[in-house]
Structures are given as C-alpha cells and as structure tokens.
C-alpha cells in the first residue's frame, strides 16, 4: 500500500467508526413540522413528535457509545494491530491490493480506451448451502439473535431520552442473522447490557436461507480504497502539469466540470487519477469517459482543461446511468442505488442478492453491479 | 428496445414517487423524500456544528428546503445534494451565530482515545477548505459530487482538495506497519 492509500484508509477507517460512533439520529421525518405555523414553540412541539416517532423505532440504542468502547481506534484491526479476545477461525490473514500491480494492469497504449478495473458483476441468487463471507459488526446475544451489519450511521436511530446501555442489535432491513455461534467467541466480543457487539470481522459461513452458518470468524483486515491509476500513459510530449492552486485553476476545473455535465448523453463523468498511484506527487489526471469518439472528446475538452487530461472509451454515459439508478429506485437503507462513473457502473448496496434483487435489475443487470454484505465467495 | 425505452416505459407505468416531483410534493411526499437522506443530513450537521446544535440545525434545513422546494431543480443535481448543501449552508448560519461562545465541537465522544485524537489533532493543520472536504468525505460519508455541493465548487476541485489534504495529512498521521 503505497502512503497516499494509507492516509486514505486512516481516514475512511476514523470516518467510518465516527459514523458508527453517533446515536440518536432520528429515522423519520414528521410531515406535520411543514404545515404547522412557525412559531417560538414549534421546535420544542417538534421535538416532542420526533421522539415519540423515534421510541417507536426500532433503534440500536448507544451503539456509538458502544462501538467507540469495544473497538480501540487508530490501526484497523488486523494481525498485528490487535489480540482478537476469542477468534473461532484462523488467524488474520492480509493480502491489501498492490497499486502497482494494479497499475501495471491498467496501463494501457497512449489516451487508450481502458476504463477503470470493473467489479465482477454479480449474477446470481445467494443458494442455500453457498460459502459466504459478510464483513460488518455483529450485534446481539446468544438468547435473542445475532445479527451482523455495516457499522454505519443508517444503522442507528435514536432516543431523546438517555437510558441505561441496552444489547446493541443491528436494524433487520439492513442486516442478517448468524447462527452456529457463540457470541463470546467472536472476535472482539465485549458485552453490554444482555447481549453485546464484536469487533469489524468478516464472518464465514453458509448460507441458509436467510442467516449465515458461521464456520469462522476474524478481523477485518482493511484494504483501502486505493488511488487509480490514469488509464492512459504519458502522452509523447509528457503530461502538461496539473492546474495551478488559483482562481485560474479552479476556473479551468469548473470549466471540465461544466462541459462533461452540460452533455451527459455524451459523457459519464469524470474522476481523479495518479499518473502512478505509487508516487502521488508525479502528478494527477483527470479523467473522462465518453461514450462518444475518444478523440474527439479528448479535443474539446482539453480546450477547457489544458492540463492533466485523460479520456477513455466506456459504454454509458451519465444520462444513462442515472436513468437506470433512478429506475431501480427508490433509495433506501436497504436498497442503494448509486451511479459509479469510474467503474462505468450502478452499484447497489443491499443485505444480500436474492432471486427478487435480480429480478427488480432485470434488463439493467449488465449496468449493474451489487455490493452486498453478505457475498458468495469466489470459487477457486 | 433499449435501456431508454424501458426506462420511459418504466417512468410512465410505475408512478413512483421520484426526487424529480420534489418540488411539487405535499408534506407527506417530502417527508417521504428526505427521509433516507436524513441520517446523512444529521452527520453533516454535527461534523459542522457539534452534536448538541445538529438537531436544530437539520430542522431549520428542512423547513427552509420545504419552503424553498419549487427552487429544486432535478437537472441540476440530485436532491441529496440540494438537501446537504441547505444544511451546511444553516450549519454555517448556525455557527456565526454562536462563535462568540464556543468553537464548533466536530469531535466530541473518544476524546481519550488516543489514535482518535492523533487524526482530530492532524487535521487542524489542515486549511479550512481541506479540513471541510475530509470531513464531508470521509467522516460524512459524502461522495465527491456531494461534497462539491457542501463545498460550493466544482468536483474536480474537491478532488484535488482531498488529494493535497492527503498529501499534508501523510507526515502527521505516523505510517503504521
């Protein structure tokens, strides 16, 4: 991991837990407070309504509280950050991505018509008896249910009225059962209240239905969201630079940014790149991809940034893929769908794929890719 | 038939509430419509103004986004976007309001934990541009589109923000094996 996917994932490692870290976010949103007179009294009548709404919900109460508890901050967990109290699979095992190695696959002939690397589309229904892998937090106790979810703030809602710590539960719509476990044997387990919370684990297991027969569990070993590489090497004369830190920069980047959105039938977007994700400070590149001619495009629009500018032959354009995101809509808690330009893509976040999720894709699957919390492991 | 087709097809047939009838929505329909962006809209309010002030401030942002609704133009960017950019700009308000009392508290819980306190502690060496995208990305969990609308730029700015907060944030943060 060069330094620059380092810094990245610190931060998306902090943000995530700062994420997990707040309670109280209210779940709904009261029509009433936007036909009642405003008045000196309307935040506190409001007030009142939300909590009466947010007792209803079901809520993980002082899940923040609890999470920043359990889990120590600063490294991700991993083989040598910390001791898992009671792991029931192997050892961590750690394999980050290599940049360069992925740089070196992407590279390709001068302003090529390679976009970014693709996330294998995911076909197919989660089958009983599939080997699984979920990465996420599980919640719960031994008599009640366990439950493992993403550790983030949709998870949590709240109460305006402090109470004792109650066993952290994930919220069913975003989450899934594990069974074949005892809780104080999962990494990290801390309790709390009558149940309590393990630490961010991949857990391993088969897939029965609608819950996870755990065979193993261990600590997640972050792999970060590393920087790209531009999918274009150095053109003859060299990369121009990148825009200056100035008004006239910004203006040039507004100018980038205007023109791939005023044609969104022509353009997916745009995106940062490294010329080499291993040395950031070789410069940036900004690139485009189009579902028009290459070169063309690369000709106008290097009219409005003359500076680090790559552009790539891809199969959608914004338009499209907006079109597919706002069909597959709406976007829920339980069902994300989001337009992902760099991977020429929509990608949906949701507990698992079932016969229903491919059914709602259906004659958009091939723009489409899922990004489950529960996924079928690859087949070696 | 191509996808557009089935796309027109499916926009006459389904009825769907969409974020594109937002600005003609009634309360029950907005309402509907802010919703799943409101665990979003909470965080940024509290990364920009502290957790005590983040329920205010998401109020007045949504009783200000319902009076202004007929200004949303779907065209111009999503709703989650046109929403975030209403509540920083009240979080804004909101902080003028009370700077002569306290800082904003963009991190209050875990303030004994000391790698936390590494990262808090890195990024007030950052600019007030630099710090404000970390936030909004990494800590709000924004997307760079959404980030260019809290920040009021374009995304290629915020992209390059983010890279050079990176770059300033590398000698602070030790590299831990």
Redesign the interface.
Known sequence: MNEDGQIDLELRVAGERWRASRHSTPARVDPAMFTEKRSTGMLERTMARAAQVLAAVTVVAFVGVIFVLLVRPGLPPGPAATSPTGSVGPAPTTSPTTPAAEATATAGPSQSTAPSPTPAPVTEALRNGDSVTARGVVMGSDQDELRICKPEGSLQSGHLNPTPPMTPACPEEVSVAVIGVSAATLPGWTPVGSGGQSAYIDVHGTWSGRAIVVESAELVVWRPTTDRQAPCSSPPEGWPGEPPGSIDGETNLRQLSDAVAAAPDQYIGYWAAFVDPVKPELGRVMVVGTVGDVNSAREELRLAYPYNLCVVAVEHSAADLQSIADALGPFTVAWRPEVDEANDTVSIWLPYVDDAALNRVGQFAEAVTFDPLVAKDAVP | MD??D??VL??RESG?????TLAEA???T??RI???H???L??LA??LAGTAYR??I??EA??NA?TRRRSFDPRRGAASSWLLAIVANQARKSWRRRMTIQQPDVAD??RD????L??EDALRHLSPRQRLA?DC?????L??SETAAVMG?????V??TL??A??K??PR?E???
């Open positions: 996808i557009r089935v796309l499916l926009g769907q509430v969409t974020e594109a009634d309360a029950e907005f309402a802010v919703e799943p409101l665990p979003r909470v965080h509290e990364r329920d205010d998401v109020q949504l009783l319902w819980p875990g934990e000391e790698d936390r590494d990262i970390v990305h990494y800590f709000v969990g997307s760079v730029c374009s995304e290629g700015t992209k390059s890279s050079d990176r770059l944030l590398r943060l590299v831990r094996p």
